[in-house]
């Protein structure tokens, strides 16, 4: 037995729907994992309450306003939580030489700079923020080995995947033939395709397996989660985008596969619980007791797989489409979408009109030479991208 002062974690985005549940598996390891810091973007009572709980040095909300409201509250309380305010805060919280492990949960775009400042201060990454990685492509992974992070997967898919390849990560390209990312198929899995335009920002927001954060459902719903998620694989594993499959599996038992080179398939399988991949990307190479509960394979005996239906999901494909096309392309997709889905869930743009924001986008921004070298040149991308899909939600709008 070896005695090991207790990790400091830094939560990034701690009252989101992946923030909490890290809460919940660091509050069953108290002698493991002590909180370092917390932010979030809203929600002050709630950060208050986790800043009561979890007793962190620092807790930083981006806007003044709401930060000097936790501030009062703090000290009305009698805590001696420290309170940042300021974009630039999270990623000095970050890259603090006194934290251990980072955990990217901002939700977006918003979370590739404090992501990188973990990454080159040499942190153990902790990612469920899959927006950052598909934005950062190339740069994010370089930024991961120069600074010698330790990059471990939260994304469910990507987490079954690590799960079912060896430690060494030099032999991983030898015996990788192909992934199969498994979808639940979202809530419209079934629904006729004609009736997509109907679909209300609720609707889109009623996962059958998961409960989530708002934009991560609706990518859910339209099935461009996945396109992120093969992009998210790509850069995780160094593989071409043919090497990543996608499979419909509504009961999210089965959370991906690695098929290898002598085609034996891994699978790793478990109750759809997002305290599985948060306790080992805290815990690896050892396994903790997470909270989820035990799989009954009986109960739930049959295990379905489909092909995903192109024309319900016609966004999926955007992500070899962008992987296949000029450096800095999946960061359009992502920066289109994510300005699609605001509008959607603002009722400004119609569920189905999503997908063809993200592919009229990624035609037409073009990465010029540079963009992908630095983050300042990755954001001006992003901006770039956003103002495009704005201009075409306009005038989406104006059809109406
Ligand atoms: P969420 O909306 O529930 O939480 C997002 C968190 O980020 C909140 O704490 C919010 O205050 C903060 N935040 C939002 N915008 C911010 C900004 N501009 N600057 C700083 N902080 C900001 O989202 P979630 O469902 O927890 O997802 C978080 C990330 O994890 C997403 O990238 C998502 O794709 C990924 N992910 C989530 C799940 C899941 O089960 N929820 C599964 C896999 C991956
Ligand atoms: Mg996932």
């Known amino acids: 037995l070896t005695l090991h002062r207790p990790q400091q974690v830094c939560v990034l985005g701690s009252t989101g729907s992946i923030g909490t549940n890290t809460l919940d598996v660091i509050a069953r390891h108290p002698d493991r994992y002590r909180v370092f810091a917390l932010s979030a973007m809203s929600r002050v009572d709630e950060l208050l309450a986790q800043c009561l709980a979890h007793a962190p040095r620092f807790a930083v909300l981006p806007d003044a306003g709401l930060a000097a409201q936790l501030r009062a509250g703090l000290r009305e309380a009698g805590s001696r939580t420290e309170v940042l305010d300021g974009m630039a805060a999270l990623s000095e919280i970050a890259a603090h030489p006194e934290v251990d492990a980072v955990m990217a949960a901002i939700v977006g775009a918003a979370g590739l700079s404090p992501a990188i400042a973990a990454a080159r201060a040499g942190k153990r990454l902790l990612l469920a923020n899959k927006e950052a990685i598909v934005l950062g492509g190339a740069l994010f992974m370089r930024a991961v080995e120069e600074g010698g992070a330790t990059l471990l997967p939260v994304d469910s898919e990507h987490s079954a995947i690590f799960q079912c390849l060896p430690e060494d990560r030099s032999t991983w390209h030898q015996r990788i033939d192909h992934l199969v990312l498994t979808a639940s198929g979202g809530p419209f899995r079934q629904r006729d395709p004609s009736t997509l335009a109907d679909v209300t920002p609720e609707q889109a927001c009623a996962h059958p397996n998961w409960v989530m954060g708002r934009k991560i459902s609706v990518d859910s719903a339209t099935m461009m989660n996945k396109a992120l998620e093969v992009i998210e694989a790509r850069w995780l594993f160094n593989l071409r985008p043919e090497q990543i499959k996608v499979l419909i599996h509504p009961q999210s038992i089965v959370h991906s596969m690695v098929v290898c080179r002598d085609h034996s398939v891994l699978a790793q399988l478990g109750t759809p619980d997002m305290r599985v991949p948060i306790a080992y990307a805290l815990s690896f190479p050892e396994r903790i007791e997470s909270g989820a509960g035990m799989l009954d394979l009986l109960a739930a005996p049959n295990l ?32 289109a979408n994510e300005e699609a889905v605001a509008a959607f869930l603002d009722h400004r743009l119609r569920f189905d009109q999503i997908c063809q924001v993200n592919r009229e986008a990624l035609e037409s921004v073009a990465p010029q030479s540079g963009d992908v070298d630095s983050v300042a040149g990755l954001l001006a991308l992003d901006a770039r991208a956003r103002r495009h899909a704005q201009a075409l939600i306009a005038a989406f709008a104006a059809t109406v």
């Open 304 to 335: 379905a797989f489909e092909e995903a239906d192109k024309r319900r999901f016609p966004g999926l494909h955007l992500s070899w489409q962008a992987l296949r096309a000029a450096e800095g392309s999946t960061a359009v997709l992502n920066a």
